[in-house]
T-cell receptor, first 115, second 109 residues
Framework: GAVVSQHPSWVICKSGTSVKIECRSL??????MFWYRQFPKQSLMLMAT?????????EQGVEKDKFLINHASLTLSTLTVTSAHPEDSSFYIC???????????FGQGTRLTVV | GQNIDQPTEMTATEGAIVQINCTYQ??????LFWYQQHAGEAPTFLSY??LDGLEEKGRFSSFLSRSKGYSYLLLKELQMKDSASYLC??????????WGAGTKLIIKP
């Protein structure tokens, strides 16, 4: 099956700094990538949808200036958390959608801790 | 609005059978997925239903009734490694996945 590689798997950063998370589609071209955030004991919450070559679409309540998404190529989408705060600490996961009956392909997830 | 409901937590005994229910109300329907998620890991695909009926895959089976907006995941011969969260997700008319909150399954010896 298709593989999505996400890095880093975990990161600790200081408040006020920025963190970049990368998701690469290794054996297929992903024109779309979903970015999710998951707080402990909660479900996946869609933050934004990145589209290759165009602006990302953000879900209501997600600050686009804080969570910068870039999808410059068919194999790479990045999420940058800018001016991180402790409340941004969460599990971030990217996913490339499957078509029709195909399941979504998930990255391994990134555990972000802001101290 | 769109809504998917599943129990928050369930407990079962090793070797037994457990059924996790999921009800949904979405704008359109293009299939229902079940995923397993261990803490701190990405979800892994378990099953897909788009037509009514039962889909069996080894120890796991998934059932769908579109008229009732209802699905269940049946796990047989439970093993300790089955302790995880189980997520129900529906693809809506825009083919976007709508996720349930997940059911935490605790397996006891």
């Amino acid at each position: 099956g298709a593989v999505v590689s996400q890095h880093p798997s975990w990161v600790i950063c200081k408040s006020g700094t920025s963190v970049k998370i990368e998701c690469r589609s290794l054996d297929f071209q992903a024109t779309t990538m979903f970015w999710y955030r998951q707080f402990p004991k909660q479900s996946l919450m869609l933050m934004a949808t990145s589209n290759e070559g165009s602006k990302a679409t953000y879900e209501q309540g997600v600050e686009k200036d804080k969570f910068l998404i870039n999808h410059a190529s068919l194999t790479l989408s990045t999420l940058t958390v800018t001016s991180a705060h402790p409340e941004d600490s969460s599990f971030y996961i990217c996913s490339a959608p499957g078509t029709g009956a195909t399941e979504a392909f998930f990255g391994q997830g990134t555990r972000l801790t802001v101290v | 609005g769109q809504n998917i409901d599943q129990p928050t937590e369930m407990t079962a005994t090793e070797g037994a059978i457990v059924q996790i229910n999921c009800t949904y109300q979405t704008s359109g329907f293009n299939g229902l997925f079940w995923y397993q998620q261990h803490a701190g890991e990405a979800p892994t695909f378990l099953s897909y239903n788009v037509l009514d009926g039962l889909e069996e895959k080894g120890r796991f089976s998934s059932f769908l009734s579109r008229s009732k907006g209802y699905s269940y995941l049946l796990l047989k011969e439970l093993q300790m490694k089955d302790s995880a969260s189980y997520l129900c997700a529906v693809k809506d008319s825009n083919y976007q996945l709508i996720w349930g909150a997940g059911t935490k399954l605790i397996i006891k010896p």
